[in-house]
């Protein structure tokens, strides 16, 4: 039942996960009501729930433009079950901005299979990746990712390697700039935003930690799922798996550097491992395992939320 509703891309479909998306929001917010009586407040709640629908919309299409997917709902629909996992993550403006762009330096960098525009979209991915790690600084390893993407489709070319340090060039110029014009003193901003904090030791409660662990044991069951499919995958495709794959690890590694750890750091890997579960469920499967695997997360995510609220 449940695979049917998701099961093709319909306006209604896509209606259904941005009501819910809504629903969850406007349930964490009202928690506290004192943004109501300000005006910039309310914009603000706004643009953040706008910032989590375009990130929802952009893994979807990612996974559907690239044949990560077949023509569903179910990535978007994953995507929201692990933004629900951690709530509190509702009031980070800096990781939800974060994550977005970095989204928006994936969907470059795996669009590079077609080797058009392969410079472009080097200087467009490490440029979201440099704005990306002003805001949360570890999330600078995803420039990893982009020299991965180089040695996969055009590392022949010795130009496309100096194309992430042309964009890191402009926006040091440009932090540079604004520092000086808001009188922000850059040196201290990089020394207290590039900590190192292994220990995750950071739980507040129970039911974070449970959140935690019924996330982790989720993530490491569809990234299993793809190592064990990954070689019945069509050729065209594993370059672009293989990104995915990529940039879940390096989402990973980014939340156990990260200092001020909390959950929500973790939100650098829910859209590829949303993708990840997109396509467990759509491969060659009985129905009722489909049904199982869907139902278990959505009961997780739920208890997760409401747990935590």
């Known amino acids: 039942m449940i695979t049917s509703v998701f099961k093709k891309s319909t306006p209604f479909n896509f209606s259904l996960v941005v009501i819910l998306m809504l629903v969850f929001f406007f349930l964490y917010q009202i928690q506290d009501i004192a943004w109501t009586n300000s005006v910039i407040s309310i914009l603000q709640k706004t643009g953040l729930f706008l910032i989590l629908f375009a990130t929802v919309f952009l893994n979807s299409f990612i996974s ?122 850059s040196i201290a901003f990089l ?11 950071y739980f507040k409660n129970n039911y974070q930690n ?38 879940f690890f390096i989402g990973i590694l980014i939340f156990v550097l990260s200092a001020n750890k909390t959950n929500e750091v973790l939100v650098f890997t829910f859209a590829p491992l949303a993708i990840l579960a997109t396509s467990h469920i759509e491969i060659s499967q009985p129905k009722l395992k489909e049904e199982i695997v869907i139902f278990v997360l959505m009961a997780c995510s739920l208890f997760a939320f409401f747990s935590q609220l």
Not at 116 to 143: G, V
Not at 212 to 230: E, H, K
């Open 210 to 247: 449970a959140a935690f662990s019924i996330y982790i044991t989720a993530a490491l069951f569809f990234v299993a799922s793809m190592f064990i499919t990954l070689s019945s995958r069509p050729l065209v495709l594993l370059s672009s798996y293989k990104t995915v794959i990529a940039s």
């Open 64 to 185: 559907k433009k690239n044949g990560l997917s077949k023509d569903s709902t179910y990535t978007a629909f994953f995507t929201f079950l692990f933004l629900i996992f951690f709530p509190d993550l509702f009031k980070n403006s800096n990781l939800i901005l974060a994550n977005f762009f970095v989204l928006l330096a994936i969907r470059r960098l795996i669009s590079l299979q077609t080797l058009k525009d392969s410079k472009e979209k080097l200087f467009d991915a490490s440029l979201w990746i440099f704005m990306a790690a002003l805001l949360h600084f570890w999330s600078i390893l995803y420039l990893l990712l982009v020299f991965i993407s180089i040695i996969f489709h055009v590392s022949r070319d010795y130009r496309n390697w100096v194309i992430p340090f042309i964009a890191l060039l402009t926006v040091t110029i440009l932090f540079i700039a604004c520092s000086l014009i808001f009188d922000i003193n």
């Open 191 to 201: 020394k207290e935003n590039c900590k190192i904090d292994l220990r995750i030791d």
